[in-house]
């Protein structure tokens, strides 16, 4: 498995868990899935959820977990790009390939 830190953070409110870029994944190893089919769905579902789970990537499939705001105030009150945006999004787009 390889993974990056980030130094992307994010303030928590009300207790909603939001991304924080801290922990990127950008493999996995190899895992023997249950192919899925007709009469396998819930044991393969079952299978792909505690992989993500134990990755800490399941809030990206049940939606629990927000995209950050594409813009972030800079110290000077402008708006900037968010950083956290490009890493939030590449790593969606892994779990999605």
């Given at each position: 498995?390889?993974?990056?830190?980030?130094?992307?953070?994010?303030?928590?409110?009300?207790?909603?868990?939001?991304?924080?870029?801290?922990?990127?994944?950008?493999?996995?190893?190899?895992h023997d899935l249950v192919k899925l089919d007709e009469?396998?769905?819930?044991?393969?579902?079952?299978?792909?959820?505690l992989i993500l789970r134990g990755y800490g990537l399941?809030?990206?499939?049940?939606?629990?977990?927000?995209?950050?705001?594409?813009?972030?105030?800079?110290?000077?009150?402008?708006?900037?790009?968010?950083?956290?945006?490009?890493?939030?999004?590449?790593?969606?787009?892994?779990?999605?390939?």
């Amino acid at each position: 498995m390889a993974v990056t830190d980030s130094t992307e953070s994010a303030s928590v409110d009300g207790g909603c868990t939001l991304f924080t870029g801290e922990k990127v994944i950008y493999s996995f190893p190899r895992h023997d899935l249950v192919k899925l089919d007709e009469g396998t769905f819930i044991q393969w579902q079952q299978q792909v959820q505690l992989i993500l789970r134990g990755y800490g990537l399941i809030g990206f499939l049940d939606v629990a977990l927000p995209p950050p705001a594409r813009f972030i105030q800079s110290p000077d009150g402008s708006l900037t790009p968010n950083p956290s945006v490009l890493v939030f999004t590449q790593q969606d787009q892994f779990l999605a390939s």
